[in-house]
């Protein structure tokens, strides 16, 4: 039998059929199971979860059937609960399917200690800069010690203590600045 003979036979036209169904059928079986499987047009939409504790969190969270982890605390901010919810991912209003977890970023229960630097006989510009770079408030009332160098950092006070370089205090604490006032006679 030649090849053209055997392509156009009832024997290869019936396997060709037959192949060709079992491929329609396959293709049908597996959209079926992936809609199944994936929860296909199933949508939760994501609450608002700002300023939640994470015992309020977790109530929600598992009404709707959704999975949450807490990934990092954020620096300090007054404007929300101590160990609230700052952020969330992904964010309210978006939808998700069950089980998903949602990522959380909370603020912690206060300002981080930081460590007074090398602040002594640096310009007040200087210590300004540096103390509020590292997030210290300064204030403006200075107060000024008998030194023969003006505007030269004599000393830092912190709730009416003296500070030592190496301290540590909350971040974003104000701090008065003692400076020089530039009328000490040289000896």
């Not at 309020?56 to 160990?83: F, R």
């Not at 609230?84 to 229960?109: C, H, M």
């Not at 509020?132 to 023969?148: C, K, L, N, P, Q």
């Amino acid at each position: 039998m030649s090849f053209f003979k055997f392509i156009g036979s009832k024997v290869f036209l019936k396997q060709l059929v037959m192949a060709f169904v079992a491929i329609v059928v396959l293709i049908v079986l597996g959209v079926f199971w992936l809609d199944f499987s994936t929860n296909h047009n199933q949508k939760i939409e994501v609450p608002d979860l700002a300023k939640m504790s994470l015992d309020k969190v977790e109530g929600t969270l598992n009404e709707l059937d959704l999975n949450w982890e807490v990934i990092d605390s954020a620096s300090y901010s007054p404007d929300y609960p101590k160990k609230s919810v700052i952020e969330q991912s992904p964010e309210a209003g978006d939808f998700v399917k069950e089980n998903r977890k949602i990522y959380l970023t909370l603020n912690p229960s206060g300002y981080k200690d930081v460590e007074i630097p090398d602040f002594y006989g640096k310009t007040k510009r200087q210590a300004t800069s540096q103390l509020t770079a590292i997030g210290f408030r300064i204030s403006a009332h200075e107060i000024y010690v008998s030194d023969i160098a003006k505007d030269v950092v004599r000393g830092i006070i912190y709730n009416g203590s003296d500070l030592k370089t190496g301290d540590k205090i909350p971040q974003n604490s104000e701090l008065i600045l003692k400076l020089g006032d530039g009328n000490e006679e040289a000896p």
